[in-house]
């Protein structure tokens, strides 16, 4: 999986994924979560546009990454359009706190 | 697509995932009519299982996996055996509650929810997985 990291504010890091996260490439996102958290950027947008494929390595390192941003006063949102990833998110119920936003533009309003 | 049979042998690892993946994009860009969103839940479900081996499959990196998938007009059917050593299928457990924020614990609730059968036994010294899933209606 690609892992492309951008600085959209002073607060605000956009992750864009382009492949498969799952077991193998999970660790590599929540690492990036993590180190942006800690360098003060604690509102983080995942952009699962280009995700084909997730599992629940995937989603915990999602869901690790909530907390984390969390903790520090902050929140994780993600952008998420493939099938596989809206069902997956749909089957585990995290959709509830992970509400999948159509687009990275969508996901930052009122960021 | 009836009885379309692919059989993989190799090691339970991350390199055996991409096998596995690369026989998924082989299914699916066969002509014909493998219906794409049931072979996509399907491998969901498949990568849960193949997941569960690479991570708790014991001697540690030493385990080898056998996987024979068949692929119906009306279901998908595989069973992936492996020769470590002997694991037991943890009992039903639910789906965590998100509000706990659980990082881990998804996988096998998850592979359950897209199965319409899901086994394992041991015999012969292997660990055998038995997976079902019987197409939704379109």
Redesign the interface.
């Known amino acids: 999986m690609e892992l492309t990291q951008s600085s959209l504010t002073e607060t605000v890091t956009l992750l864009a994924c382009d492949g ?1 996260l ?3 490439s999970a660790p590599k996102l929540k690492s990036a979560i993590a180190g942006a958290v800690s360098d003060g950027s604690v509102r983080i947008i995942v952009d699962l546009g280009g995700v084909q ?1 997730i ?3 995937g ?3 999602l ?2 990454g ?2 984390a941003s969390r903790q520090a006063g902050g929140d994780l949102r993600i952008a998420a359009k493939t ?2 990833v809206l ?2 998110l749909k ?4 959709d ?2 992970l509400r999948p936003y159509p687009n990275v533009s969508d996901a930052t309003r009122e960021w | 697509m009836n009885g379309e049979v692919r059989d993989l042998a190799g090691d339970a690892s991350a390199e055996g995932l991409e096998e596995f993946r690369l026989l998924f994009d082989q299914l699916r860009g066969l002509p014909g009519a493998v219906r794409a969103d049931e072979l996509m839940l399907f491998e969901t479900a498949l990568m849960e299982i193949a997941n569960n081996t690479v991570e708790h499959g014991r001697p540690r990196g030493r385990v080898h996996w056998h996987l024979v998938l068949r692929v119906d007009s009306d279901r998908i059917d595989a069973t992936l055996s492996d020769d470590g050593e002997e694991i037991e299928l943890p009992p039903d457990a639910p789906m965590p509650d998100p509000a706990e924020l659980a990082t881990s614990g998804r996988g096998l609730p998850l592979a359950r929810a897209l199965l319409d059968d899901l086994s394992l036994t041991r015999r012969d010294d292997r660990n055998i997985w038995r997976l079902t899933r019987r197409y939704s209606e379109e």
């Open positions: 498969r799952n077991m193998i494929f599992d629940s390595s989603l915990g390192a869901v690790a909530l907390k099938e596989q069902s997956v089957l585990t119920n995290l509830r706190i």
